[in-house]
């Protein structure tokens, strides 16, 4: 066994473990292997170990991993910030994108969505924590932009993301994660119809599955410590 297989054990291990406390089934929560920085061989490697779905932060490294890696059946989910000249790229090899944070983004990734492919699947990035250095839209604003984003043809709005500053304690994560999943169910409330929230990561995998995560994003507990 891999070193990178033996990783993803642990980390479903407590996902399922986290799960089962709250009174929630492990397989309502997708685990997204966040790959940035590591090669094809390691993303090779945890599809080895039945890992199908990877998140990438830059859009070209991406790109590249997805061509090198077409021979297998992944699911690439971009995770980081899209400036308007890489809206291009995202829109026609990945098949997720969790940081719409304006308009002009969504409307050009559904404009330059190639025909024939199904349509790119996509969350709103919410500063929820009012975070300084984050991106992301402010709370208020997230349900006009959610159904602006709906009315595009070639996107298919599926939920929330978030990333949060680190916490301090437990408690503080919940916090936290606990006012993006009342703003989730506060949009739905709305009939918005968003069946993902993508917030939870190697630290604080816990209290974001308590809260109601759907999807972690979950690296360096995969692949170890970057460069």
């Known amino acids: 066994m891999t070193m990178i297989a033996d990783n993803l054990l642990r980390v479903r291990s407590r996902i399922a473990q986290a799960a089962l406390a709250c009174g929630r089934t492990p397989d309502s929560i997708v685990l997204l292997a966040v790959s940035k920085k590591f090669d094809a061989d390691a993303v090779r490697q945890a599809f080895a170990a039945g890992q199908t779905a990877f998140g990438e932060n830059y859009i070209q490294e991406g790109v590249d991993k ?3 890696l ?9 995770i980081g910030p899209i400036q308007s000249n890489k809206t291009r790229l ?4 990945f098949d997720w994108v969790h940081s719409i944070d304006r308009l002009k983004t969504a409307q050009r990734l559904s404009e330059q969505r190639p025909i024939g492919k199904a349509p790119l699947q996509v969350c709103i990035q919410v500063n929820i924590d009012g975070g300084s250095n984050k ?3 402010a709370p208020e604003a997230v349900l006009e ?12 709005l599926r939920g929330l993301m978030t990333i949060p500053e680190p916490a301090v304690d437990l408690d503080a994560a919940l916090a936290v994660h606990q006012r993006a999943r009342e703003l989730f169910d506060a ?10 929230l993508s917030m939870g990561m190697t630290g604080d995998l816990e209290a974001a599955v308590q809260s109601g995560s759907t999807m972690l994003r979950v690296g360096t507990a995969i692949f170890g410590k970057r460069d």
């Open 66 to 68: 997805i061509a090198a």
């Open 70 to 78: 077409a021979d297998l059946p992944l699911q690439w989910h971009c």
């Open 90 to 93: 995202v829109a026609e090899h």
């Open 135 to 137: 991106s992301g839209v």
């Open 145 to 156: 932009l959610a159904r602006q984003t709906q009315g595009l043809a070639h996107l298919h």
């Open 187 to 196: 949009l739905n409330a709305q009939g918005l119809g968003l069946d993902t």
